[in-house]
């Protein structure tokens, strides 16, 4: 059998070394236009950071050892450029020797991968401009900033790129502007779990423009000015571009191959496209979406390595389905972890998903133990059985462990109710008896079962003050520091011997740091009588960041 691979880093290679491992006979020749195949997409940022000093530590695997081990041809500097689906060849062109030929295949893999959106905004060409995909962009744009020094940079679109981006170039003295066309960064965030990262910018002296675009550069002789759509013109030494990728779909076009309504190569479960003998993996492809089962695009190297195995099992003959893509991600934004799972609340709204969710603040280990820090967390979960649909998680330490934790939860299918009943590795240094799994299990079972009703941060703007009493149950020193507007402060402690100062007529929304103590305080009133309560959901560690100003313009 004779098998050709378009594209060779992470769904080309990852497919080409498992079909060696099954069929030790067949001839495997990968194609790649670039110079490098297997190399680190995903440690790039780091290198112009210089967290990762050497270049070679970027490529994972050379041609020269992947014939040696694998016994796999690889063609780098070689694009094909044509599929011919009747002859069963493709056409190559081999871009040293400036020369086209053909090579015939039993089965061929696409993994094209994704290739940068670049705007069409005037002065995005020139040579201060910078896309970041492959080891070329990385070394064009480290090369710039070694010689030309730059003071300031502008970066548009704070994806998951363009965030590592802003703390690269900071590391290395550059002052940063991200514009940003939504209202929050990190489109896996909801604006809750965003805002505790617009918060941290703030402290990093990032400065964020939200609402906003780059309409034109103009390019002066010793800096380039960036006009926003907003009016306002930022100088700049050096622009990044990471405003999200589109799925390398030109030549499975040329070939007929279909192409999804979202703009990938539609392959079946099996990932084979509408030829039934040519493979697509990776970026390239549309997947379903293992929460809702729409088609989607989730751009990630995981599934790109995963699909990689799965063609080539499939090709060999062990039929393995891909049960789809549920977009687990993390990202270092300086000092914070920022990680999520599953749909988002703005997900579960567009594909009609009923959903409930609760928000845990919990400390990342013992708080006796020296350098706990807060794991925030927001669930995502099925009103009716409980089922968990997503989580995202925030923090300065632990958030590795529980956003795999329930990622695994999400593939078996898990209830919140179970995440109580995970029995998880505790010792004082790395977590607590009760971990913030499973708090964030209690909580949100404590919703669905009744046993505690919650208001969202949100609705707090929304009630009617002459009806509603705002009630802080924190400590008098912490309610100094600032409250919600209108509150009074009964400490929980105190609330038994106070109650005669809450007036029955009224609803009663509870709140304190990370809801915790207003839980505690719900279950008193209720059981004194009190009717219309809820707790405000995450406290003020989620209302606070959450009703603040998200931007942070005019720092430099
Ligand atoms: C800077 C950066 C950081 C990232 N960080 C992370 C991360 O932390 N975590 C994560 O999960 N994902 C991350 N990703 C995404 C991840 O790298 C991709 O999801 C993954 O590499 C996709 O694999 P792929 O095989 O589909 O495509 P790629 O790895 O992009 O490989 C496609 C290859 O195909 C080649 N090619 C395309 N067309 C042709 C043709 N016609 N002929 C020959 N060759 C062709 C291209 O040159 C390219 O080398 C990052 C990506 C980048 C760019």
Same mark, same amino acid.
């Given at each position: 059998?004779?098998?050709?691979?378009?594209?060779?880093?992470?769904?080309?290679?990852?497919?080409?070394? #498992?079909? +060696?491992?099954?069929?030790?006979?067949?001839?495997?020749?990968?194609?790649? +236009?670039?110079?490098?195949?297997?190399?680190?997409?995903?440690?790039?940022?780091?290198?112009?950071?210089?967290?990762?000093?050497?270049?070679?530590?970027?490529?994972?695997?050379?041609?020269?050892?992947?014939?040696?081990?694998?016994?796999?041809?690889?063609?780098?500097?070689? &694009?094909?450029?044509?599929?011919?689906?009747?002859?069963?060849?493709?056409?190559?062109? !081999?871009?040293?020797?400036?020369?086209?030929?053909?090579?015939?295949?039993?089965?061929?893999?696409?993994?094209?991968?994704?290739?940068?959106?670049?705007?069409?905004?005037?002065?995005?060409?020139?040579?201060?401009?910078?896309?970041?995909?492959?080891?070329?962009?990385?070394?064009?744009?480290?090369?710039?900033?070694?010689?030309?020094?730059?003071?300031?940079?502008?970066? %548009?679109?704070?994806?998951?790129?363009?965030?590592?981006?802003? &703390?690269?170039?900071?590391?290395?003295?550059?002052?940063?502007?991200?514009?940003?066309?939504?209202?929050?960064?990190? *489109?896996?965030?909801?604006?809750?779990?965003?805002?505790? %990262?617009?918060?941290?910018?703030?402290?990093?002296?990032?400065?964020?423009?939200?609402?906003?675009? %780059?309409?034109?550069?103009?390019?002066?002789?010793?800096?380039?000015?960036?006009?926003?759509?907003?009016?306002?013109?930022?100088?700049?030494?050096?622009?990044?571009?990471?405003?999200?990728?589109?799925? &390398?779909?030109?030549?499975?076009?040329? *070939?007929?191959?279909? $192409?999804?309504? #979202?703009?990938?190569?539609?392959?079946?479960?099996?990932?084979?496209?509408?030829?039934?003998?040519?493979?697509?993996?990776?970026?390239?492809?549309?997947?379903?979406?293992?929460?809702?089962?729409?088609?989607?695009?989730?751009?990630?190297?995981?599934?790109?390595?995963?699909?990689?195995?799965?063609?080539?099992?499939?090709?060999?003959?062990?039929?393995?389905?891909?049960?789809?893509?549920?977009?687990?991600?993390?990202?270092?934004?300086?000092?914070?972890?920022?990680?999520?799972?599953?749909?988002?609340?703005?997900?579960?709204?567009?594909?009609?998903?009923?959903?409930?969710?609760?928000?845990?603040?919990?400390?990342?280990?013992?708080?006796?133990?020296?350098?706990?820090?807060? %794991?925030?967390?927001?669930?995502?979960?099925?009103?009716?059985?409980?089922?968990?649909?997503?989580?995202? $998680?925030?923090?300065?330490?632990?958030?590795?462990? +529980?956003?795999?934790?329930?990622?695994?939860?999400?593939?078996?299918?898990?209830?919140?109710?179970?995440? &109580?009943?995970?029995?998880?590795?505790?010792?004082?240094?790395?977590?607590?008896?009760?971990?913030?799994?499973?708090?964030?299990?209690?909580?949100?079972?404590?919703?669905?079962?009744?046993?505690? *009703?919650?208001?969202?941060?949100?609705?707090?703007?929304?009630?009617?003050?002459?009806?509603?009493?705002?009630?802080?149950? +924190?400590?008098?020193?912490?309610?100094?520091?600032?409250?919600?507007?209108?509150?009074?402060?009964?400490?929980? !402690?105190?609330?038994?011997?106070?109650?005669?100062?809450?007036?029955?007529?009224?609803?009663?929304?509870?709140?304190?740091?990370?809801?915790?103590?207003?839980?505690?305080?719900?279950?008193?009133?209720?059981?004194?009588?009190?009717?219309?309560?809820?707790?405000?959901?995450?406290?003020?560690?989620?209302?606070?960041?959450?009703?603040?100003?998200?931007?942070?313009?005019?720092?430099?």
């Amino acid at each position: 059998m004779k098998i050709l691979i378009v594209g060779g880093v992470a769904g080309g290679a990852s497919a080409a070394t #498992r079909l +060696r491992r099954l069929d030790e006979n067949a001839e495997i020749i990968i194609f790649e +236009r670039g110079e490098f195949i297997s190399f680190a997409n995903c440690g790039l940022p780091y290198y112009i950071g210089e967290t990762i000093k050497s270049k070679n530590k970027l490529v994972v695997q050379s041609p020269k050892k992947m014939q040696k081990r694998f016994n796999i041809d690889v063609k780098t500097f070689h &694009e094909v450029t044509e599929i011919d689906r009747k002859q069963k060849q493709i056409m190559i062109h !081999d871009i040293k020797n400036d020369k086209n030929y053909r090579e015939n295949y039993d089965k061929l893999i696409l993994a094209p991968g994704a290739a940068p959106i670049i705007p069409p905004v005037e002065g995005f060409n020139a040579p201060n401009v910078f896309t970041l995909r492959d080891i070329p962009d990385t070394l064009a744009i480290k090369q710039f900033i070694d010689k030309y020094k730059p003071k300031k940079a502008v970066v %548009v679109g704070a994806g998951y790129i363009g965030m590592e981006l802003v &703390e690269n170039l900071h590391k290395k003295g550059i002052a940063i502007t991200i514009i940003e066309l939504a209202d929050q960064i990190l *489109a896996p965030l909801d604006p809750e779990m965003a805002s505790l %990262v617009h918060q941290h910018l703030k402290e990093k002296n990032v400065e964020l423009y939200l609402k906003d675009a %780059v309409k034109e550069v103009a390019h002066q002789d010793n800096y380039s000015l960036a006009k926003l759509t907003s009016g306002k013109e930022i100088k700049t030494d050096l622009i990044l571009i990471g405003i999200g990728v589109r799925p &390398e779909v030109t030549l499975a076009k040329k *070939a007929s191959l279909e $192409i999804g309504k #979202r703009g990938g190569i539609k392959v079946d479960n099996h990932l084979k496209t509408s030829d039934s003998d040519i493979y697509a993996v990776g970026d390239a492809i549309e997947v379903s979406d293992y929460i809702s089962g729409e088609q989607g695009l989730i751009p990630l190297a995981g599934p790109a390595n995963k699909q990689g195995r799965i063609a080539a099992n499939n090709i060999c003959g062990i039929s393995e389905k891909y049960d789809g893509t549920q977009g687990t991600s993390i990202l270092k934004v300086f000092d914070m972890t920022v990680a999520a799972t599953g749909n988002n609340e703005k997900l579960l709204k567009r594909f009609g998903i009923s959903y409930e969710k609760s928000f845990t603040h919990s400390a990342s280990h013992s708080e006796y133990y020296p350098g706990a820090q807060t %794991v925030s967390i927001k669930l995502l979960f099925s009103p009716g059985n409980g089922k968990i649909l997503g989580a995202q $998680i925030i923090g300065h330490q632990g958030v590795d462990k +529980r956003i795999d934790v329930l990622a695994t939860a999400i593939r078996a299918g898990m209830t919140v109710y179970e995440l &109580e009943k995970l029995e998880l590795a505790y010792a004082p240094p790395y977590s607590s008896a009760k971990d913030p799994v499973n708090m964030a299990g209690y909580v949100a079972s404590n919703i669905l079962k009744g046993d505690h *009703a919650i208001i969202h941060w949100d609705k707090i703007g929304k009630i009617d003050k002459e009806k509603t009493i705002l009630l802080d149950v +924190r400590h008098p020193s912490e309610f100094k520091q600032g409250t919600i507007e209108g509150a009074i402060n009964i400490p929980v !402690d105190e609330l038994r011997d106070n109650l005669d100062k809450i007036p029955k007529n009224k609803k009663i929304i509870l709140f304190c740091k990370q809801g915790l103590r207003g839980y505690i305080a719900y279950r008193i009133l209720v059981q004194k009588g009190f009717k219309d309560i809820k707790n405000l959901s995450g406290g003020i560690l989620t209302y606070f960041p959450t009703t603040q100003k998200q931007s942070n313009m005019d720092i430099h």
